[in-house]
């Protein structure tokens, strides 16, 4: 654990517990977890026989964001679904308001990441597929007023962002110069797409839209005997069309390699996405949430919008975030995750009705 995390414990632990009527002697920590959205690690507690994990909300959401999340996270509950339960404060409330900002406690549920090589690989696939079909139908039951978030932080507007994010780091001229060149080209192919891919979605049906998870990928699920033990970081739940979460994880689970501890995650795949992988995936996920009329044939688009996001932020992170990585990344190595994004489009193409197919035939 890094220092500056030490100080931060001091500095908001005990206040934030006494919310909660817990004095420093009733509880300790034990361990942190580390969240996937923000990369911050959290303090585990160990209050008599349970375990909560302490958590502070981003900055950049409100106290409107943490009512509506608390209360989508105790619909899906509700429906059975993996989400760790809150604590509740005597006075019923469960989350602080606190001079350092919003905190809450989480129930810690146990579980293991999901590795894309290890033995139970496949069948941790497709439970992952199944739980998030699972979590987009009860949520189809949430009775909330749509929390949108506002047009700047719109899947489109995100992904523009990505590629502004990606072109930038591939003009600083802090990376070999092939690789640099590469990175432009990656931003300007992902630009025309995007374009195109907004129109698609925007067009008259649009696909179905509901209060998402947000983040669902393989960092915020952990596995036990079972199936999906528990379903973290609902930090960014919003009202969109499921078929971007189904693309936005499609893309995680099939795309990109999860080893125990991941710092990079390579592409499965010498282009686009492993084709028997995002089949399994797709038929999982269709067995609990089925295709709505035309939305299966919009899943390429939600690919092509997402695609920036991912490869910033997964296949190509050491390269993006290059001060958070100790040393120059290897050329041969970037060069190749590179050509990976050059040829994914190519691919996507060849396999659109391929796609459709699969989750029309769950």
Not at 5 to 13: P, S, T
Not at 37 to 65: C, F, H, K, W
Not at 197 to 207: K, T
Not at 328 to 354: H, I, Q, V
Request: charged share 25%; net charge negative.
């Amino acid at each position: 654990m890094p220092e500056s995390g030490v100080v931060l414990l001091n500095e908001y632990a005990t206040e934030a517990m006494s919310y909660w009527g817990f004095k420093p002697e009733s509880w300790r920590v034990v361990g942190f977890v580390t969240s996937g959205l923000e990369g911050v690690s959290r303090p585990i507690m160990q209050i008599a026989d349970a375990r909560y994990v302490l958590r502070r909300q981003p900055d950049d959401l409100t106290e409107n964001d943490t009512l509506f999340r608390h209360a989508f996270m105790r619909h899906l509950t509700s429906h059975g679904l993996p989400v760790p339960e809150l604590l509740a404060q005597p006075s019923g409330h469960t989350y602080a308001v606190t001079t350092e900002g919003i905190y809450e406690l989480q129930a810690w549920r146990d579980g293991q990441p999901y590795v894309t090589d290890g033995p139970a690989a496949d069948t941790r696939l497709e439970e992952a597929a199944a739980t998030l079909g699972r979590l987009h139908q009860a949520s189809a039951d949430f009775k909330w007023k749509p929390h949108l978030w506002p047009e700047e932080r719109s899947d489109a507007a995100i992904a523009q962002a990505y590629c502004e994010l990606i072109r930038e780091r591939g003009q600083s001229g802090k990376l070999p110069e092939r690789v640099g060149n590469g990175l432009v080209r990656v931003a300007e192919a992902a630009r025309v797409r995007l374009d195109l891919a907004v129109d698609a979605l925007d067009g008259m049906p649009g696909p179905p839209q509901l209060h998402i998870h947000g983040d669902y990928h393989a960092h915020n699920l952990a596995f036990g005997p079972g199936g999906v033990s528990a379903i973290y970081d609902l930090d960014a739940a919003r009202w969109d069309a499921r078929i971007a979460e189904l693309a936005y994880s499609l893309l995680y689970f099939t795309g990109v390699r999860w080893d125990e501890q991941p710092t990079v995650t390579p592409p499965l795949v010498d282009d686009g996405l492993d084709v028997p992988r995002v089949q399994r995936f797709l038929l999982a996920y269709g067995d609990e949430a089925p295709p709505a009329e035309g939305e299966a044939r919009l899943l390429a688009d939600a690919l092509a919008l997402h695609f920036p996001v991912v490869f910033a932020n997964g296949v190509a992170e050491d390269l993006i975030f290059t001060e958070d990585y100790d040393g120059p990344p290897n050329e041969a190595d970037a060069l190749a995750r590179l050509l990976w994004a050059d040829s994914f489009w190519l691919w996507l193409d060849r396999n659109r009705d391929t796609l459709a197919e699969a989750w029309e035939q769950a």
